[in-house]
């Protein structure tokens, strides 16, 4: 059972807006910032989110985040469907150790 | 720019230990203030914490996986380490080393092992 709690699927039509959740606790998300990840079948995560809602570079702006309280939100704008991926939320506990939620399968229809 | 290569042995037997390296290009352990980690993927399944490490050897463990769990660093081999004790089916995974802040963001993984849990 993963610490943090995301809905096993989300689904949304081309140009649609699809968001994420991700809840977790007052010793995790209540305290620290959330990053999230993507990631296609067969290959290593890529970070899309960090520090709530700070975008790497390459990322498009299509993708943002944010935080309120012990909640997490990821937000993807004019989805595409190359978007169709698996995402995780990620953040730390007090013990300065990594937590992940589920993850989120998305689907492009 | 910085790479991650895991290495290590593709299947283990029930009982027995996994170990799995990450060797570290592009960048100096000993010189980095980066963390260093492992992170598994049962097939089919998310993500889970194993641990990580720093380059002065502090650790911080997953509470479920600890008592079987130990990590090292070899800053001289820019190489850290996993070990995971009396393996069951259930440890079988993709096992990614990974390079962190102490924030838990990870922009460097590596390409991931498959690690298979059998007789």
């Known amino acids: 059972q993963s610490v943090l709690t995301q809905p096993p699927s989300a689904s949304g039509t081309p140009g649609q807006r699809v968001i994420i959740s991700c809840s977790g606790r007052?010793?995790?998300?209540?305290?620290?910032?959330v990053n999230w990840y993507q990631q296609f079948p067969g290959t290593a995560p890529k970070l899309l989110i960090y520090?709530?809602?700070q975008r790497p570079s390459g990322v498009p702006d299509r993708f943002s985040g944010s935080k309120s309280g012990t909640t997490a939100s990821l937000a993807i704008n004019g989805l595409q469907s190359e978007d169709e991926a698996d995402y995780y939320c990620?953040?730390?506990?007090?013990?300065?150790?990594?937590?992940f939620g589920g993850g989120t399968k998305l689907t492009v229809l | 720019q910085v790479q991650l290569q895991e290495s290590g042995p593709g299947m283990v037997k029930p009982s027995e230990t996994l170990s799995l390296s990450c060797r570290v290009s592009?960048?100096?352990?000993?010189?980095?203030?980066?963390?260093w980690g492992w992170i598994r993927q049962p097939p089919g399944k998310g993500l889970e914490w194993i641990a990580s490490?720093?380059?002065?050897?502090?650790?911080y463990y997953n509470p479920s996986l600890k008592s079987r769990v130990t990590l090292s660093v070899d800053t001289s081999k820019d190489q850290f380490s996993l070990t995971l004790t009396s393996v069951t089916a259930a440890d079988t995974a993709v096992y990614y080393c990974?390079?962190?802040?102490?924030?838990?963001?990870?922009?460097?993984w590596g390409q991931g092992a498959l690690v298979t849990v059998s007789s």
């Open positions: 990974a390079r962190l802040t102490i924030f838990a963001v990870i922009r460097i």
């Open positions: 990620s953040t730390w506990d007090d013990d300065l150790l990594g937590v």
């Open positions: 007052s010793s995790d998300l209540g305290t620290n910032t």
């Open positions: 490490i720093n380059k002065s050897g502090s650790t």
């Open positions: 520090s709530n809602s």
């Open positions: 592009g960048e100096s352990i000993g010189d980095s203030v980066f963390y």
